[in-house]
């Protein structure tokens, strides 16, 4: 019986018009905030969440990068080469800038977008927060710092950080775009509309206001309003990746999967660091059963976030699709400790061992396992409709009735296997007793043996063999 996954979605929201930091969801539960339509293969709906950014910037050129000494200039340059492919090293050649050059905020801002890459997020503030120190107008910085603190939960910090950076730099849209992300992420869809709208009055062709507005009326479920303004910002930019990547989600709300992956396959060919977008597309890819380009696409995820909880249930699903079931338990298993509040998680175990795909699991455990993970998932799961209610609950009974069956069988077994030892002890018992009757011995071998032999038994005294 082929039963679906839980998959996890993310909005597609949350990105600054200027540098983003590392992408990914702000944690397990605002993953679970948004409506978003996700594609479930099983039909049913869940609900899709806040993406607590794009993903991280491209490695910033420094200001002030002509006046460096030689030495930090030359390490400098050595980290963005290597920023790509070799974080280890990038970090080591940004930290030697900063050794030859402290007072460049640049090479702090790059330092700390290595380690939010590598989930390193205390070291990471402090790197953005030193940047901001040395220049308070270094938009980059201020931008991932906020988006940080978003990812954490931290709102009203973030939302402080932005209004004071506004106060400091008033005609910095980007900045006031980020703040209505900011507003967004934590549901204050008004305050949002209202930002947007205003940044728009002032520019009425900025991309990132325009994505603003249109992700407002995505929360909202006004889909068309969302595809009008989409397209109004794909007129001035086609080349912005976060257009097509809404547009993905507008289009995954409608139904139109064809459209959705064609949009997010269009944003990764634009910006390649946007881990939320690998996502959508591995998810989008198990469902149609792609499971090997799922697999590729939901490690790039990964591997430009490693923290991204979603990415891992996401690369779960499809490591099931392709029969890899303890590859799938792994990835499962590694969402749930990154986001314990990430409740599909336990759906999509509970969904494992019910249909029996682990080798080696005790053969109670197996059906033990379905039941408290579906029933823990139930228990946490908000906003479930009756009908997915009811599909869980018939999973628990179907789990609940495998446990019972197993226990009688066992139970059968083991009479069997006692029944079988007594009949063996009572047939070894009676040939003990056989062998060591009186007057047992050795028979006579037949005609033809010497006349010495013993009589058989019943023989006359005297009479030998005739």
């Excluded at 931290?154 to 005609?171: H, K, N, Q, S």
């Excluded at 728009?200 to 249109?214: F, I, K, P, Q």
């Excluded at 989409?230 to 086609?238: C, Q, T």
């Amino acid at each position: 019986m082929y039963r679906g996954l839980g998959v996890a979605l993310l909005c597609s929201g949350l990105w600054g018009a200027g540098c983003a930091s590392t992408g990914g969801p702000s944690n397990g539960e605002r993953a679970q905030t948004d409506p978003a339509a996700d594609g479930r293969s099983d039909g049913r709906s869940r609900r899709g969440g806040g993406d607590g950014s794009g993903g991280s910037s491209p490695v910033q050129p420094g200001r002030d990068y002509a006046s460096l000494p030689p030495a930090a200039k030359s390490a400098f340059d050595r980290g963005v080469s290597q920023a790509g492919g070799e974080p280890g090293a990038a970090l080591a050649s940004f930290e030697a800038a900063i050794a030859a050059a402290p007072g460049f905020a640049p090479a702090h801002y790059n330092r700390g977008v290595i380690l939010e890459r590598q989930g390193r997020y205390d070291e990471a503030e402090a790197a953005y927060q030193r940047a901001i120190e040395l220049d308070g107008t270094y938009v980059p910085a201020l931008e991932n710092l906020a988006n940080l603190n978003v990812r954490r939960e931290r709102y009203d910090r973030a939302e402080g950080l932005l209004l004071e950076a506004i106060e400091r730099v008033p005609e910095d849209l980007s900045l006031r775009n980020r703040l209505t992300e900011v507003w967004i992420a934590r549901d204050d869809l008004r305050k949002a509309e209202q930002e947007a709208k205003q940044v728009l009055a002032s520019d009425e062709r900025n991309v990132g206001a325009l994505v603003n507005l249109a992700h407002v009326f995505y929360r909202r479920g006004q889909h068309e309003l969302a595809t009008s303004v989409l397209d109004r910002a794909r007129e001035i930019d086609a080349n912005e990746a976060r257009v097509w990547s809404n547009l993905g989600f507008v289009y995954l709300a409608q139904d139109k999967k064809t459209e959705a992956v064609e949009a997010f396959e269009r944003a990764t060919e634009i910006r390649s660091d946007l881990p939320s977008i690998y996502n959508n597309l591995g998810a989008l890819y198990v469902d149609a059963n792609d499971f090997e380009g799922a697999i590729a696409a939901l490690q790039q995820a990964i591997q430009l976030f490693p923290d991204f909880a979603s990415a891992y249930v996401n690369l779960g699903n499809a490591y099931k699709g392709a029969q890899r079931f303890r590859d799938a338990e792994k990835a499962y298993q590694e969402a749930a400790q990154l986001s314990p509040k990430l409740d599909i998680v336990e759906y999509n175990l509970g969904v494992l061992h019910l249909d029996n795909q682990l080798e080696g699991v005790d053969r109670l455990e197996r059906w033990k396992k379905a039941r408290g993970y579906l029933q823990s998932y139930l228990a946490r799961a908000d906003g479930l409709d009756s009908e997915e209610e009811k599909r869980v609950q018939s999973y628990i009974t179907e789990a609940e009735r495998g446990l019972e069956r197993e226990e009688r069988a066992i139970e059968r077994e083991e009479r069997r296997r006692l029944r079988e030892a007594k009949r063996k002890a009572r047939e070894a018992e009676q040939a003990s007793e056989e062998e060591a009757a009186p007057g047992a011995g050795p028979r006579s071998s037949g005609a033809g043996g010497s006349g010495d032999e013993a009589p058989e038994p019943g023989a006359a005294p005297g009479t030998g063999p005739r």
